[in-house]
C-alpha cells in the first residue's frame, strides 16, 4: 500500500504544482496592457508580454511592470495629449456660446440700423418728397456715423448729434425763410440760438440721452461678448509644465504599468492634479466673475432703459415731429433770430417765387405702433436675445474654480465619488488619502501631487486678466450711460446727458463709474491710479492727462 501511496502523492504534487504555476504565469501576463497600448497606435513591439523588471521606470512605480521605457515615453506624451483634449472640450463649448451670441447680436444690431435707415428713406420719401431728397444726405451721415460708433467707436456720439441738428436747422431755417438769402456767417449766428429757442422742441435732448446710452450699452455688450469669446480661446491652449505632464503620466497610465487597466485614478486624486496644473486657470476666476456680473447688469439696461430696439423703431418719427415742430413754431423762431442776428438779405422776386415752392411740407408723418418690430438676420427681438445670453452668462460664473472639477468628472479620467476604495492613488488600488488643495496659484505649494512655482504667475493668464479687467470698467460705465472713451469732463458732475446716462438723475447707480485700467498695468500701478482717482475732481488738468493716455492705451482693446 505504501509503494502504491508514493506514486500517487507525487503525482498529485505535479499537478498542483503545474496549477500554480499556471495561475502565476497568468497573472504576470501583459496582454490587456499591450492591446491597450498597440490600440492607442503605438508599436507592440514596446510592450512586453509579461511583466518584467521595472529598474528602467522614471516616473510609474518600479519592480515587477508591464511598461518599458519606450511605454512611459509615449505615455507621457499621450498624457499631455489627454489633458489637452478635454480641457479643450470643456473651454471650446463655452467659447462657442459666446462665439455664436455675439454672432447674433452683432447681426441684430448691424440691421436694426439697416431697417431704421431703410424705414426713415421710404417715410420721408413718401411724406415730402423732392425736399427730403434734395437733403437726404444730412441723413445718410446720421446714420454712417451710428454705424460706424458701433462698428468701430471713435465717435463722440453728443458731438456727433448735435451736428446733426444744428445742420438740419440750418437747413430748415432756410426752407422756412425762403425769401431771404443767407450766408454762412449768418447761419452760424442762427446756430447760438439753438439751445435758447428750441426750435425742434424736446425732441434733440431726449432723443440725445436716448441714443447715446443705448449705443454705449449695446457696443459695449457686443464687444464683452467677443472679449469672452477671446479670452476662453486663449486660455484653452493649455501647455502643460514638466511637473504637471509627471503627475498626469502617474494619474492616466502608470496604473497600466501595473496591469491595472480598469482601474480609474480616485476623485480627489485627480482634482489635486487638475488643481495644480490649472493653478494659472483658476487665477482668472475672480476677475470673470466680475466680468460676468458686469454684463448680466448691463443685459438689464438693455431690456430695460437702454433698449436699442426701442430707441430706432421709432426714430424717424421722433425726427419728423421734430421737423414738424419747427415748422410750426417758425414764425416764432424766426422773429426772435432776425432780433439777434439782424435782419437779412431778401432775394430777388424771381428766386423768392422758386424758392418757396421747393420748400412747402406735406402731412404729419404716419403714427408710430410700438407692437412693430423690425425681422431681422437673428430672427427674433433684441429682449429674447438678451434672455437668452443671461441664462448662458449664468452658467458661466465660476467656469475656471470649476474647470478642475469638470475635468475630473469626465469619466475618462477619473472613477466617479463613490469608487473612493477601488481607485488607483499613483501607487496602486486603494483609497487616496490626502486632502484637496484650493484653487489658484497661491494655493499650490500644499499640493501633494504637482509641484507649481507660485512665484511665477502665467503671463498669458495675466494678460487675460487685464483684459476681463478693462471690458468690466467699460461694462460699468456703459451701465450708468457714460461711454468710456468719452467723458465730458466739463459735464461729469452735472449729472446730464451722457454723463450720467439718467434723465433727472433718477437711475440707481449700483456701479461707481471708474476709468479703465489698461493693458501693461502692473498691480501697484493699479493701486496708485485707483489712489489717484479720488483726487481727479480736485486737480482737472490731471483728469484731462489721465484721459489722454488712456484713450492711447485703450486702442488695443477696441
Known amino acids: 500500500m505504501a509503494r502504491l501511496g508514493l506514486?500517487?502523492?507525487?503525482?498529485?504534487?505535479?499537478?498542483?504544482?503545474?496549477?500554480?504555476?499556471?495561475?502565476?504565469?497568468?497573472s504576470k501576463s501583459c496582454s490587456e496592457v499591450r492591446r491597450l497600448y498597440v490600440s492607442k497606435g503605438f508599436n507592440k513591439n514596446d510592450a512586453p508580454i509579461h511583466e518584467i523588471n521595472g529598474d528602467h521606470l522614471k516616473i510609474c512605480p518600479q519592480g515587477y511592470t508591464c511598461c518599458s521605457q519606450e511605454?512611459?515615453?509615449?505615455?507621457s506624451l499621450q498624457s499631455?495629449?489627454?489633458?489637452?483634449?478635454?480641457?479643450?472640450?470643456?473651454?471650446?463649448?463655452?467659447?462657442?456660446?459666446?462665439?455664436?451670441r455675439y454672432k447674433k447680436f452683432d447681426e441684430f444690431f448691424k440691421e436694426l440700423l439697416e431697417n431704421a435707415e431703410k424705414s426713415l428713406n421710404d417715410m420721408f420719401v413718401k411724406t415730402y418728397g423732392r425736399l427730403y431728397m434734395q437733403n437726404s444726405e444730412l441723413f445718410k451721415d446720421l446714420f454712417v456715423e451710428l454705424k460706424r460708433y458701433y462698428v468701430v467707436g471713435n465717435v463722440n456720439l453728443e458731438e456727433?448729434?448735435?451736428?446733426?441738428?444744428?445742420?438740419?436747422?440750418?437747413?430748415?431755417?432756410?426752407?422756412?425763410?425762403?425769401?431771404?438769402?443767407?450766408?454762412?456767417?449768418?447761419?452760424?449766428?442762427?446756430?447760438?440760438?439753438?439751445?435758447?429757442?428750441?426750435?425742434f422742441g424736446d425732441v434733440p435732448r431726449k432723443l440725445k440721452l436716448q441714443v447715446t446710452r443705448a449705443f454705449v450699452a449695446a457696443r459695449t455688450f457686443a464687444q464683452g461678448l467677443a472679449v469672452a469669446r477671446d479670452v476662453v480661446s486663449k486660455v484653452s491652449v493649455v501647455n502643460p509644465t514638466a511637473q504637471c505632464t509627471h503627475a498626469l503620466l502617474k494619474m492616466i497610465y502608470c496604473s497600466h504599468c501595473r496591469g491595472l487597466v480598469s482601474v480609474k485614478p480616485c476623485y480627489n486624486y485627480c482634482s489635486n492634479i487638475m488643481r495644480g496644473c490649472l493653478a494659472n486657470q483658476g487665477d482668472l476666476d475672480f476677475e470673470w466673475n466680475n466680468f460676468i456680473d458686469a454684463m448680466l447688469m448691463v443685459a438689464e439696461r438693455l431690456e430695460g432703459p437702454f433698449n436699442i430696439e426701442s430707441v430706432m423703431d421709432p426714430i424717424d418719427v421722433k425726427i419728423s415731429d421734430a421737423i414738424m415742430n419747427m415748422q410750426e413754431n417758425s414764425v416764432q423762431v424766426s422773429q426772435k433770430v432776425f432780433?439777434?442776428?439782424?435782419?437779412?438779405?431778401?432775394?430777388?422776386?424771381?428766386?423768392?417765387?422758386?424758392?418757396?415752392?421747393?420748400?412747402?411740407?406735406?402731412?404729419?408723418?404716419?403714427?408710430?405702433?410700438?407692437?412693430?418690430?423690425?425681422?431681422?438676420?437673428?430672427?427674433t427681438s433684441?429682449?429674447?436675445?438678451?434672455?437668452?445670453?443671461?441664462?448662458?452668462?449664468?452658467?458661466?460664473?465660476?467656469?475656471?474654480?470649476?474647470?478642475?472639477s469638470n475635468v475630473c468628472n469626465d469619466e475618462r479620467m477619473a472613477a466617479g465619488n463613490g469608487d473612493e476604495e477601488e481607485c488607483w492613488n499613483?501607487?496602486?488600488?486603494?483609497?487616496?488619502?490626502?486632502?484637496?488643495?484650493?484653487?489658484?496659484?497661491?494655493?499650490?505649494?500644499?499640493?501633494?501631487?504637482?509641484?507649481?512655482d507660485t512665484s511665477k504667475p502665467d503671463i498669458l493668464i495675466l494678460r487675460q486678466i487685464m483684459a476681463l479687467r478693462v471690458m468690466t470698467n467699460k461694462m460699468k460705465n456703459a451701465y450708468n450711460g457714460n461711454d468710456v472713451d468719452f467723458i465730458d469732463i466739463s459735464d461729469e458732475s452735472s449729472g446730464e446727458g451722457s454723463g450720467s446716462g439718467c434723465e433727472y438723475q433718477q437711475c440707481p447707480s449700483e456701479f461707481?463709474?471708474?476709468?479703465?485700467?489698461?493693458?501693461g498695468k502692473t498691480a501697484n500701478d493699479k493701486k496708485a491710479a485707483d489712489g489717484a482717482g479720488s483726487h481727479l475732481v480736485a486737480q482737472p488738468s490731471l483728469l484731462v492727462v489721465f484721459c489722454i493716455l488712456f484713450l492711447v492705451m485703450q486702442r488695443e482693446w477696441r
Open 339 to 379: 432780433q439777434g442776428c439782424g435782419p437779412p438779405k431778401p432775394l430777388q422776386p424771381s428766386r423768392i417765387s422758386r424758392s418757396i415752392s421747393e420748400s412747402a411740407f406735406s402731412a404729419r408723418f404716419r403714427p408710430y405702433h410700438p407692437e412693430e418690430r423690425p425681422t431681422t438676420a437673428a430672427g
Open 382 to 404: 433684441l429682449d429674447r436675445l438678451v434672455t437668452d445670453v443671461k441664462e448662458k452668462l449664468k452658467q458661466a460664473k465660476k467656469f475656471w474654480s470649476s474647470l478642475p
Open 426 to 452: 499613483g501607487k496602486g488600488k486603494s483609497r487616496y488619502l490626502f486632502a484637496v488643495t484650493g484653487n489658484g496659484l497661491a494655493n499650490q505649494g500644499s499640493n501633494p501631487e504637482v509641484q507649481v
Open 71 to 75: 511605454m512611459e515615453e509615449k505615455y
Open 512 to 519: 461707481e463709474s471708474n476709468a479703465t485700467d489698461h493693458t
Open 160 to 199: 456727433m448729434l448735435n451736428d446733426f441738428w444744428a445742420r438740419l436747422l440750418e437747413r430748415m431755417f432756410r426752407l422756412v425763410n425762403s425769401q431771404y438769402h443767407f450766408t454762412d456767417e449768418y447761419l452760424e449766428c442762427v446756430s447760438k440760438y439753438t439751445e435758447q429757442l428750441k426750435p
Open 7 to 26: 506514486p500517487a502523492l507525487l503525482c498529485t504534487f505535479a499537478v498542483l504544482s503545474a496549477a500554480l504555476l499556471a495561475a502565476e504565469l497568468k
Open 80 to 100: 499631455k495629449d489627454d489633458f489637452k483634449n478635454v480641457v479643450n472640450e470643456q473651454c471650446n463649448h463655452l467659447q462657442a456660446v459666446f462665439a455664436s
